[in-house]
């Protein structure tokens, strides 16, 4: 493999990845930090909820498995669904780039896709056909971004979890950046306002992927291409994947829990967080840059604590525990506020503080996951396993956490995120007691 040039002691196409993902996170999280107050407070309500195309038939599925759903519970199945499909569809995304067409076009189209259906939600028939066109977009984007950051590097290279941590820092930067204005669009100007800002976003992607095409790292060797089988996995590959595989499962229960920031916890800024500073409220939307903001300016610190402890900063697996155990912490702080305000409304600074505490853990744990699946995964199906990387946001932080999310208007608030904490806890305990009986299988192979 060629060496990359170098920008900054990374490899220059380095830039043009966070470039790109950090608009493409802008138009995913203008979106998402509508969508939730979109569904409940106009779109689901009556007058404009029959304009919606296919809504008495997907109304009907849910309804199906779950009984009557009143306009909350239906958002919340909505947006659970349209968050793990995104992330189920990268294994499709992975599998065309590692068999057929390789990273590069496979992500370029998912741009084009995401970029029209971020527009089509400006329109309120075209609601389900555009999630539809995000779910597919955002699959072959997502899974090949994350790739080619770890194709940048060789085998063994140490920049490799330092170029995966700053390419985090531009995805939270978009994170960060978009509520304030697709949210501040939506919330006061009009909801299309803010779902254009976000279609504009990928645009923007589009063009800096473009620019950046020749510093992208060369395409892997694909079986296809040269009309030969694949070379069977060794003993050993398949362990290392079959570790990884065994990870998904906690990392579900992880993900149900931080998923619930953009469904359940938006619903408590809106309806129960006194959101008052000095005589002016703070948009609800805001709430949602709280998290991207604190892995924006909280990311180089801890790498710092890392790189100051040297071989006795934790692995990889440990980084993931404490990630876990730090959204229990988290949830059971709002946990007391909801008990501690009764039937009043929570200062909105319990909310910062449930955001910083969370957000810590979501640092130490999803850039070492995204690492962890590009060191250990054989070369030859890198994508597809960086997919699989991607399961627990699926299975997790779509259809669990929106079934979770159902609840919200059956429980008491306070037990409610109890609920979640014990969630977490236990998925926190699960890596924690695997982590040195993996460790000899998640050794990366040079």
């Known amino acids: 493999m060629t060496t990359p040039r170098a920008l900054f002691d990374q490899p220059r196409g380095l830039a043009f990845l966070f470039g790109t993902e950090m608009w493409e996170r802008f138009s995913y999280y203008g979106m998402r930090a509508l969508l939730v107050g979109y569904l409940v407070k106009y779109l689901l309500l009556p007058g404009h909820v029959e304009q919606v195309w296919l809504y008495p038939q997907i109304k009907g599925f849910y309804e199906m498995l779950a009984g009557p759903l009143g306009v909350q ?130 645009l923007l992607a589009l063009a800096v992927y473009l620019i950046g095409w020749k510093d992208l790292p060369p395409e892997p060797p694909r079986a296809m291409r040269a009309k030969q089988p694949r070379p069977p996995l060794t ?65 180089p610190m801890l790498l710092a604590l890392w790189q100051r402890q040297g071989a006795g900063a934790p692995s990889s697996t440990m980084k993931m525990a404490w ?65 699989v990387n991607f399961l627990p946001n699926f299975l997790g932080g779509g259809f669990l956490q929106g079934w979770l999310a159902s609840y919200w208007d059956k429980m008491d608030k306070s037990l409610f995120f109890v609920m979640i904490a014990l969630i977490a806890a236990v998925a926190g305990l699960a890596i924690h007691a695997v982590d040195r009986p993996l460790r000899p299988l998640l050794e990366e192979k040079t």
């Open 235 to 299: 003993k050993a590959e398949w362990k290392s994947v079959g570790a990884l595989f065994l990870l998904v499962i906690p990392l579900t229960l992880y993900w149900a829990c931080n998923e619930q920031q953009g469904n359940t916890v938006a619903l408590w800024s809106m309806d129960n967080t006194d959101r008052a500073i000095f005589g002016w409220n703070i948009p609800w939307t805001w709430f949602q840059s709280f998290n991207p903001g604190v892995i924006f300016f909280g990311t």
């Open 73 to 202: 519970p239906m958002s919340a199945f909505i947006y659970g669904t349209y968050t793990g499909l995104i992330y189920a569809t990268p294994l499709l995304g992975g599998w065309m780039a590692d068999r057929y067409f390789g990273q590069r076009l496979i992500a370029l189209s998912g741009i084009v896709m995401m970029a029209f259906g971020h527009f089509m939600m400006a329109f309120e028939n075209l609601l389900f056909p555009a999630l539809a066109l995000l779910i597919v977009g955002g699959g072959f984007f997502k899974t090949n971004t994350s790739t080619q950051v770890g194709l940048l590097y060789e085998k063994g290279d140490p920049r490799r979890d330092s170029g995966y941590s700053i390419f985090y820092v531009g995805i939270n930067l978009g994170a960060f950046l978009a509520p304030f204005v697709c949210g501040t669009l939506g919330e006061e100007v009009g909801w299309r306002y803010g779902f254009g800002a976000a279609g504009v976003g990928m």
């Open 323 to 387: 990630g876990c155990y730090l959204m229990t912490i988290a949830n059971l702080v709002m946990a007391f506020a909801a008990w501690h305000l009764g039937a009043g409304k929570s200062n909105w600074l319990w909310l910062a503080v449930y955001f910083v505490i969370m957000t810590v853990g979501e640092i130490y744990l999803y850039p070492a996951s995204l690492s962890l699946f590009s060191k250990i995964a054989p070369l030859r199906i890198v994508s597809l396993m960086m997919a």
